[in-house]
């Protein structure tokens, strides 16, 4: 009963550094989605993919860049952190079939940038 | 494009009390509409959704009522209890190819005893 795990739960990170969040789903689901939370923001979409070897860019995807290289992964890298990007990111997969399918979360990557 | 409106929050209720978070939107076409929950220190959960013109969605005591003529879907909750404390967002899915879902800002509750 997996579902979508996000590794790591927290991390922190100097300016400048680079980093990968990974997430795994185990539902078989053909999309898959990272998202950026932050307090009086809401859910901004970072990247998304349909499938495995496809990907696209959401609302805020400057800074960031991912890979679907298997179609349970979806990896988001910072390839040089900045303070900016402190957030807490989330993951998230859904079916392809059908406008209405939700989308299922992982718990969360809080990330810290100094 | 998308968007959704939540009411502001936070907003902090007895408990037994009725809960109402207004949520409205707009989009084109007809989407489909969605609550999501998010308890402390967790991820999202979908609460319910409605996918249709005057569809209800219910699931946990809560309620909501796609009212495409207002273009809303205010969740409802006849008597809230502690355990319903957490952040509620709104949200809609667009369809087309790649079925994005649009948030709105979040509702923060707290229930007191």
């Known amino acids: 009963n997996a579902g979508v795990t996000q590794t790591p739960k927290f991390r922190v990170l100097k300016t400048g550094q680079s980093m990968t969040l990974l997430c795994a789903q185990d539902?078989?689901?053909?999309?898959m989605y990272w998202y950026r939370q932050d307090p009086g923001m809401g859910l901004r979409l970072i990247h998304y993919?349909?499938?495995?070897?496809?990907?696209a860019k959401g609302e805020v995807p400057d800074g960031y860049n991912v890979s679907r290289l298997k179609k349970q992964n979806f990896l988001l890298g910072l390839e040089s952190a900045a303070p900016s990007q402190t957030s807490v990111y989330f993951c998230?997969?859904?079916?392809?079939?059908?406008?209405?399918?939700?989308?299922?979360f992982g718990d969360g990557t809080r990330l810290s940038i100094l | 494009g998308n968007s959704v409106t939540q009411m502001e929050g936070p907003v902090t209720l007895s408990e037994e009390a009725f809960l109402t978070i207004n949520c409205t939107y707009t989009?084109?076409?007809?989407?489909?509409l969605f609550w999501y929950v998010q308890y402390p220190g967790e991820g999202l959960q979908l609460l319910l959704k409605?996918?249709?013109?005057?569809d209800k969605g219910s699931n946990k005591g809560f309620e909501a009522t796609y009212r495409k003529e207002t273009t809303s879907f205010h969740l409802e909750k006849g008597s809230v209890q502690v355990s319903d404390s957490a952040v509620y967002f709104c949200?809609?899915?667009?369809?087309?190819?790649?079925?994005?879902?649009?948030f709105g800002k979040g509702t923060l509750l707290t229930v007191n005893p």
């Open positions: 989009a084109t076409g007809y989407p489909s």
């Open positions: 949200a809609l899915n667009s369809g087309g190819s790649n079925y994005k879902l649009t």
């Open positions: 993919s349909v499938g495995e070897g496809t990907t």
């Open positions: 998230a997969s859904s079916y392809r079939v059908g406008g209405n399918q939700p989308q299922h």
């Open positions: 539902m078989n689901h053909e999309y």
């Open positions: 409605a996918t249709k013109a005057d």
